[in-house]
């Protein structure tokens, strides 16, 4: 629905704008880690499937970070006024 209604804004507007996009994607994979860590608890010990965890919130960890990076130099530098 998030996606929806972003798309029907960029083409309100006439300009397609990547920040929102990358919030929502920042949204589905916090989502996504939310729900890996409650499904993890009622996991047995199983190794592969406890690294195969490990491995997937590492990468979603890191998605996030590449997303907030973006976001962050893709919005224009306000100057600090000197007083």
Not at 8 to 36: C, D, M, N, W, Y
Request: aromatic share 6%; net charge negative; glycine share 4%.
């Amino acid at each position: 629905m998030e996606i929806v209604y972003t798309v029907t804004l960029s083409l309100q507007s006439h300009k397609l704008v990547a920040e929102p996009f990358l919030v929502i994607g920042i949204i589905a994979a916090i989502r996504r880690t939310l729900v890996i860590t409650a499904e993890s608890t009622k996991l047995e010990s199983n190794p592969a499937q406890f690294q195969s965890t490990l491995l997937e919130l590492a990468l979603l960890a890191f998605i996030v970070g590449v997303m907030a990076g973006s976001i962050y130099i893709m919005r224009p530098q306000q100057s600090i006024p000197c007083e």
